[in-house]
C-alpha cells in the first residue's frame, strides 16, 4: 500500500512536471488516498489542469478540487464580454450544435444549459467555454437527447473499454437499463475509472452513467 505522504509527493512533482501550473500556488493534502486541492490557479484551465494531473498519481482514489481561480487583473472581463465570448466560441465550434445552447455568466461563472446528442458534444462546449480569458469556473448542465438505445449497447461499451490501454475490462462489468449504465467492478487508478466513465458515456443511446468502480493500485498484482 502507498502510504498517503508518498502520494502527497508524487503529486506534488506532478504538478511542478506540468508547466502550465508552475505560476500557481497550489496546496495537497491527502488521507486515506482521497486528494484535496487547495490554494489557487490563474485561471479555470489551470484548475482543470490541477485535478487531472492528480487524478494520474498511483494510489489516488478520488480528488476533491476547491482550488479558487484568482484572474490576473490584466485577465478580468465583464460578465456580458465573457458571455459574447462564449457564444463565439461555440458559434464557431464545429462539434457543438450551438444553437440548442445557452449560456448564463456570474461574475466570471459560465452556467452551459440546453441539449446534445452525444455526451463529446457536451465535453466539447464545456472545453470551449473553460479555456477562455475571464472564466473562473463552468458549470455544464447540457443533458443528452434521449435516443433510442442500441440492443448490443453493452457489447459496443465493453468492447471500448477493452480498447483502452489503461483499463483491464476484465474486472468491469456494465449494466443498462432503459438509458442508463452501470459501471461495478475495481481499476488501478482514479484516471481509470474516469475512462472508463467516459466511454460509457460517449455509447450511442446512453444518457446516464452511474459508476461504482472502486479503486485499488494493488487489486491485480498477483494476477
Same mark, same amino acid.
Given at each position: 500500500?502507498r502510504s498517503d505522504n508518498d502520494i502527497q509527493k508524487d503529486i506534488t512533482q506532478e504538478f511542478k512536471w506540468e508547466p502550465r501550473l508552475?505560476?500557481?500556488?497550489?496546496?495537497?493534502g491527502v488521507r486515506e488516498g482521497i486528494v484535496t486541492l487547495a490554494g489557487y490557479t490563474r485561471s479555470y484551465t489551470d484548475k482543470v489542469t490541477a485535478e487531472r494531473a492528480a487524478s494520474r498519481v498511483k494510489g489516488v482514489k478520488a480528488?476533491? !478540487?476547491?482550488?479558487?481561480? =484568482?484572474?490576473?487583473?490584466?485577465?478580468?472581463?465583464?460578465?456580458?464580454?465573457? &458571455? =459574447?465570448?462564449?457564444?463565439?466560441?461555440?458559434?464557431? $465550434?464545429?462539434?457543438?450544435?450551438? %444553437? /440548442?445552447?445557452?449560456?448564463?455568466?456570474? $461574475?466570471?461563472?459560465?452556467?452551459?444549459?440546453?441539449?446534445?446528442?452525444?455526451?463529446?458534444?457536451? %465535453?466539447?462546449?464545456?472545453?470551449?467555454?473553460?479555456?477562455?480569458?475571464?472564466?473562473?469556473?463552468?458549470? !455544464?448542465?447540457?443533458?443528452?437527447?434521449?435516443?433510442?438505445?442500441?440492443?448490443?449497447?453493452?457489447?459496443?461499451?465493453?468492447?471500448?473499454?477493452?480498447?483502452?490501454?489503461?483499463?483491464?475490462?476484465?474486472? @468491469?462489468?456494465?449494466? @443498462?437499463?432503459? $438509458?442508463?449504465?452501470?459501471?461495478?467492478?475495481?481499476?488501478?487508478?482514479?484516471?481509470?475509472? /474516469?475512462?472508463? %466513465?467516459? &466511454?460509457?458515456? !460517449?455509447?450511442?443511446?446512453?444518457?446516464?452513467?452511474? !459508476?461504482?468502480?472502486?479503486?485499488?493500485?494493488?487489486?491485480?498484482?498477483?494476477?
Amino acid at each position: 500500500m502507498r502510504s498517503d505522504n508518498d502520494i502527497q509527493k508524487d503529486i506534488t512533482q506532478e504538478f511542478k512536471w506540468e508547466p502550465r501550473l508552475q505560476d500557481d500556488d497550489l496546496a495537497v493534502g491527502v488521507r486515506e488516498g482521497i486528494v484535496t486541492l487547495a490554494g489557487y490557479t490563474r485561471s479555470y484551465t489551470d484548475k482543470v489542469t490541477a485535478e487531472r494531473a492528480a487524478s494520474r498519481v498511483k494510489g489516488v482514489k478520488a480528488v476533491a !478540487n476547491d482550488i479558487e481561480v =484568482r484572474l490576473p487583473t490584466i485577465s478580468a472581463r465583464p460578465d456580458p464580454e465573457i &458571455a =459574447r465570448a462564449v457564444v463565439y466560441a461555440l458559434q464557431w $465550434h464545429t462539434s457543438v450544435p450551438d %444553437e /440548442r445552447i445557452q449560456v448564463k455568466v456570474d $461574475h466570471g461563472r459560465v452556467t452551459l444549459v440546453g441539449d446534445v446528442d452525444w455526451y463529446y458534444q457536451k %465535453e466539447e462546449a464545456e472545453r470551449a467555454a473553460r479555456v477562455l480569458m475571464g472564466v473562473k469556473g463552468v458549470s !455544464n448542465l447540457i443533458t443528452l437527447k434521449a435516443r433510442p438505445t442500441s440492443s448490443d449497447v453493452k457489447e459496443k461499451i465493453k468492447k471500448a473499454l477493452q480498447r483502452g490501454a489503461e483499463l483491464d475490462a476484465d474486472h @468491469i462489468t456494465v449494466e @443498462i437499463a432503459s $438509458h442508463k449504465a452501470t459501471l461495478r467492478g475495481t481499476v488501478r487508478a482514479f484516471a481509470e475509472r /474516469r475512462d472508463a %466513465e467516459r &466511454a460509457a458515456r !460517449n455509447a450511442p443511446g446512453v444518457t446516464e452513467v452511474e !459508476n461504482q468502480l472502486t479503486v485499488d493500485p494493488y487489486a491485480f498484482a498477483a494476477v
